[in-house]
């Protein structure tokens, strides 16, 4: 199928668009991307929940009257938001040595090349994977946004080497005075774009309304009208995957997200449905049911027969042992998870190495996420330096930029504040313990061990002590003696001075 999708015919690719289109659409890691998309959104399968029993005549009925709460508890939201703001809730940061490099690398290191670096990590640890596209503004600039992984997939060659990315999407046009969804298809290799659209009979084909079909990846009209024209001289996306085999968060926690809302939900399900208890009433002379249950709710009472009687049948719900589960099914999904869950308690003596430990966790899956989003830092790094030099005539390197990603962690700022006196309190009594015994010490050694405590370079302070010595060989009346001045060594200042 991929090979028909790389044909340098445009027809032979428009004919198989739509089978390897379907194919996509119902893959397996499509079926996961859309699954973890959903529980992102709060669509939980307990959304889906019914209650059935069997009837008299042993058939399966849907019991429309049982209580069915259906509330969907988002631990994989937060899950999610947390490792992608633990990651990037700090910008990230770009240097060089060359000043003017610097100042160029500002113009697309701004708020949007951030807030899509955040969109791309959020999707690939959603969906799995998620894909980042360049593309050059009216303003002739380079940018990057995202690719909805649902909506595109890679393209190799028999040899397994990336040829082409397709982009599908719907889009409204109009089609006999309508305004209609029609789909769309884009094919990008690394010198061209081909767009396709379905016609009427829901093939693909060429799109006619595009004025150049295929066209470069840059298409520019001058002032004067004359076409500039050029390509990236790479295909123009880039696959981030959330791990190895491109599996979504949820995936290990999904079947503990699916039994924490079941406990929950049938525990409201419970009280709602037994809140009130059950009367077995016998030898009842009244009229009927509904005169019982208005004697027993105005009168408190109940008239029987001598054979008869009440009794009244209330039920324990097993509520603790369902909240054990509870606990038992979140404490799993953050371990699981790999997440910081803010909700323990511990002991109360909370130090920054609790916090820590906390943290390990979080820590150990943004270790793997950075990896990943590096490679894609470097990805993008190659096409921005590309740009700069295009545009400013350079020829600077990517390979010269320095990227710092840095986490930010809560801590305990008492902890800290303690911390350093305790610090301060140590370093005093090594430094009164150096000056107890100086005087038995030559100047030199006092110095290193001083210099040693305030991490100071002995040689520099060495220098600049010597430095004033020198200046205080001088008399605050005394000019410097010059070399032939007749009146040197008498120690007399000469008039008018």
């Excluded at 491109?246 to 409201?268: G, H, R, V």
């Amino acid at each position: 199928m991929d090979r028909y999708l790389i044909s340098d015919n445009p027809q032979v690719v428009a004919r198989a668009l739509s089978k390897a289109i379907q194919e996509d659409k119902h893959s397996q890691a499509k079926d996961k991307a859309r699954q973890g998309q959903a529980y992102y959104d709060y669509k939980h399968d307990i959304l889906n929940n019914r209650i059935f029993y069997l009837d008299d005549n042993d058939v399966l009925q849907e019991d429309t009257f049982a209580s069915n709460i259906k509330i969907p508890h988002p631990f994989f939201t937060e899950l999610v938001d947390q490792k992608v703001q633990y990651l990037l809730s700090n910008p990230v940061e770009v240097e060089v040595e060359d000043e003017q490099f610097q100042e160029y690398l500002k113009e697309y290191y701004d708020e949007d090349l951030q807030l899509f670096l955040q969109e791309a990590l959020e999707g690939a640890s959603v969906k799995g994977f998620e894909y980042a596209y360049a593309r050059t503004t009216a303003q002739d600039i380079l940018k990057f946004q995202v690719s909805d992984s649902l909506q595109t997939f890679d393209v190799y060659d028999d040899n397994g080497d990336l040829k082409a990315v397709v982009r599908y999407y719907n889009k409204d046009i109009t089609r006999d005075g309508k305004n209609t969804p029609v789909e769309h298809a884009e094919v990008w290799d690394d010198k061209q774009v081909t767009f396709y659209v379905k016609d009427k009979n829901g093939n693909f084909v060429l799109d006619q309304k595009r004025e150049m079909n295929p066209r470069p990846h840059i298409v520019a009209i001058q002032d004067d009208g004359q076409v500039l024209e050029r390509s990236y001289g790479t295909i123009p996306f880039y696959k981030l995957g959330n791990n190895k085999k491109n599996q979504t968060d949820l995936e290990p926690i999904k079947a503990l997200i699916d039994d924490y809302d079941l406990m929950a939900c049938f525990i409201s399900n419970n009280l709602q449905d037994f809140t009130e208890a059950i009367y077995v009433v016998k030898g009842y002379p009244g009229d009927d049911l509904n005169k019982l249950r208005k004697n027993i709710k105005a009168k408190k009472t109940v008239g029987v027969s001598e054979t008869g009687g009440l009794d009244i049948k209330t039920f324990n719900i097993p509520v603790d042992a369902r909240k054990t589960k509870l606990e038992i099914n979140k404490d799993a999904i953050y371990k699981f998870g790999m997440g910081f869950d803010s909700t323990q308690v511990g002991d109360g003596n909370i130090t920054n190495i609790v916090i820590k430990s906390r943290y390990a966790l979080l820590d150990m899956k943004a270790n793997k996420a950075e990896i990943r989003l590096r490679s894609l830092l470097k990805w993008m790094n190659e096409l921005i330096v590309q740009d700069i030099n295009r545009r400013h005539g350079t020829a600077y390197k990517a390979s010269d930029i320095k990227v710092t990603i840095t986490r930010e962690t809560m801590v305990n700022e008492t902890d800290l504040v303690d911390r350093a006196k305790t610090e301060a309190d140590t370093k005093q009594v090594i430094i009164q313990t150096i000056l107890s015994v100086a005087p038995r010490l030559d100047d030199e050694t006092v110095l290193k061990m001083i210099c040693e405590q305030f991490e100071l370079d002995w040689e520099e302070v060495q220098e600049l002590l010597d430095s004033e010595d020198y200046e205080e060989g001088f008399s605050d009346n005394t000019d410097p003696v010059e070399e032939g001045d007749p009146d040197a060594g008498t120690g007399q200042v000469a008039e008018g001075a």
